[in-house]
């Protein structure tokens, strides 16, 4: 009850996390989200209904909402809000256990860094189609998301959960064993800690544990305190001005292969691509992507709506 966890992410994962640790009786819930319901999401994403997607609630609104029918008890405190290396530290400091609930490997440097940095335990964990992952990090103790993962995969180079889909079973197994690993650390049973990198595919029935008790001396974040994402002056998201649009550029410089692309993105919209560029169609927004990762979202101004629409369709 007096324990405050911070959910960054209330997609599949995020709202599965949420819903365990208002009824285990967390009393101070903060959840982050800078979505909104959509009917495709209900597939996963047990925490809403099709009124919220009718709605087009924020995540976070709706999340808080359901939370509070849950248990009446506790405190819920949503935010609308894209996680960035400015608003990062502000949302971790002032809590005892980040959970991760995000779709994209960006957003999880920018956790790791903010939790080492402000020695904060979290616990990572990802799913897309049958495959999940998870890891807690306990900073200075164990190893750290960037001595397991020393850079993010190139931006476009995996499959999303909008673009290959993903089932609900490994959400439950990934968030069941994220949860679990947050009760012990809410209660002080460390020594209960499963303290691996622990992958799970329940179509391939392949479960594996890889240990995660050494550090890297030399990991730029919790061997040498560079915490990179946090003081980043080159932003990565820049508005178009008087063009409805934003360009979102990676955060490494990667090549495209475009008809793989275009095979991945042709189940979630219309594409076409030539030697030097794609444009993907989703709902009222369109995507042109060039060689070099980089990306023109039309159709918004707001960067927030940009960044996650380059999450769910390129994939960082
Ligand atoms: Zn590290």
Redesign the pocket.
Known sequence: MAARVLIVGCGALGSAHAEALARAGVGHLRILDRDFVEPSNLQRQTMFTESDAEKRLPKAIAAANHLREINSEIEVEPHIIDVNYSTIERVVETCDLVIDGTDNFSTRYLINDACVKHDINWIYGAAVGSYGVTMTIRPHQT??L??VFEEAPPAASAPTCDTSGVIMPIINIVSAVQVSEALKLLTGQIDALHGSLMQFDVWENDWRRIGTSK??ED?P???LGLYETLSRADEDAAVLCGRDAIQISPSRPTHINFPTLAERLRRAGEVKFNEYLLRFKTGNFELTVFEDARSIIRGTDEIAIARSLYAKYIGT
């Open positions: 190893a750290c960037r001595c550090r890297r990991c974040a919790c061997g």
